[in-house]
């Protein structure tokens, strides 16, 4: 795969892991951010309840005072709807805090207070409207000595004060939460300019490199082309003195064949037995004499001893063991012999009697074989 494109992939890729990076965070963020604002207003709103319910308890317990006072359909009215207010708020507040599993004791301690100031007010102007002045001063003076009007503002304000600090909570979380986004989105950035600079530099780096590879490359074509043509020069040099070379060797070869051609001619013509031997004594090749003469064909002699051919005469027992000693020694160390009295065998079985010279053939001074020739000796008459 090309540098480049390898370095653009590995680039885009690391885009994307960066900008799905960024995107996770930012929607980890917004989802908390969302979470945190549901929380707030619900503390906010908590705070408000609390507070609107210590108020409708107050002017609740107020409009009592008055009707104990002037026993007012009006006030009984007020009483009445100060305290439908405060169930209500009551039952709001209950239900902005169910979140709030560790605030429920609190709350439920308030609403026994809260009823038990309920109870407390019905009793005062039921005994108010039975004509019960005695029960209405006792009752008063009980409450004036207890505390639950206290009692109930302090519970409600420990449990404004839980939410006061918990709105303090999240604020401190969503600024923290905010700054580690922009944090993460500034970095983001910054990777992301980086890669990108990285990569343009890379990519103008590789171009560079490729236009001075390019360059090099066609130098060293024109260089290539220089040496080819050159070289085609002397390979066309190297051809013609080749051409000339094979044409001599093929006039030479002409004239060897036609000389090796007229060499067995002459072999051929000549009336003596002629034989070519290996260096260990066996018929390698014969002229036509030989064939003419036993009536062995040139096949059947062809890599056979020559003794089979050549041996001793019969009358004389000595040579019969001197002869073949002879040629072999002659053989091996390369010297002639001359008309050596040998008879021929035929294949009529009617031996001749011949003279054998024989010369070494030698090859880098080393003896190969040699020539024998068989001069056969005329047939003597017969006595009458």
Known sequence: MDSTFRALLITFAVLVTILTAVTGMALKSFTAAKDSADLVNTSHATVAELTAVLSSLQSAEGSVRSYLLTESDEDLRSY????????????????????YPDQQAPLQELEAMM?????????????????????????????????????????????RSYFISELSRLDTLAFNRDRNARRSLYLGSSLSFLTIMGSVWFIRDS?????LASSLLEESNQDLEAQVATRTADLDEK????????????????????????????????????????????????????????????????????????????????ADRALPLTITNALKHGFDLLDETVEVTTKAQTPLVAKLSLFPLRDSDQVIGAVITLRLSPPTSSAS
């Open 80 to 99: 009445r709807n100060a305290f439908n207010a405060l169930g209500e708020h009551l039952e709001v507040t209950k239900a902005l805090m169910a979140p």
């Open 239 to 318: 051809i013609r003195e080749l051409s000339t070379q094979n044409l001599e060797n093929a006039w030479r070869n002409q004239a060897l064949n036609h000389q090796l051609r007229y060499n067995n001619r002459i072999i051929e013509a000549v009336s003596e037995l002629v034989l070519v031997v290996t260096k260990v004594g066996n018929i390698t090749r014969t002229n036509a004499a030989v064939e003419k003469s036993t009536g062995f064909e040139n096949a059947h002699l062809a890599n056979a001893p020559l003794h089979q051919l050549v041996s001793a005469p019969r009358s004389d027992v000595s």
């Open 115 to 159: 009823l038990e100031r309920v109870q407390l007010a019905r009793e005062l102007t039921t005994a108010k409207r039975q004509g019960d002045e005695s029960t209405v001063e006792q009752m008063l003076t009980e409450d004036a000595q207890g505390d639950g009007s206290f009692a109930i503002g302090r519970q409600v304000q420990r449990l």
């Open 207 to 211: 171009l560079n490199h490729r236009r």
